[in-house]
């Protein structure tokens, strides 16, 4: 798995830091990252949040657009529900991936 955007920040947002260490998941070391052709290459399933480059994406890979507002910027509770909804729609797809694969 890649944690990849097709326009990143210079640094991770440091509210995302905290709000992250909350749930026990320390991101600390990770960097953003754009999107490669090779990365992307090797997808099945891409998800964009609002941030679309649908050229480098292969046909063949299956495009899901989550709608999540951009945690950049905003109050710690907003970040906390951003980060809440993406775990929601994580769980979801993991669970919808494993399914397929039985």
């Known amino acids: 798995m890649h944690l990849t955007g097709s326009t990143p920040g210079d640094a991770v947002n440091p509210v995302a830091l905290e709000i992250m260490a909350e749930a026990g998941i320390d991101i600390f070391l990770f960097q953003p990252q754009g999107w490669t052709t090779g ?12 941030y679309d480059e649908k050229c480098l994406i292969p046909l063949e890979a ?5 709608e999540i507002d951009d945690p950049a910027g905003v109050e710690v509770v907003t970040v906390r529900t951003v ?14 991936l494993l399914e397929k694969e039985d």
């Open 39 to 50: 990365i992307l290459a090797e997808a099945d399933v891409v998800v964009s949040m609002g």
């Open 62 to 66: 299956r495009v899901l657009e989550w």
């Open 83 to 96: 980060r809440d909804q993406i775990e929601i729609r994580v769980r979801t797809l993991l669970t919808e």
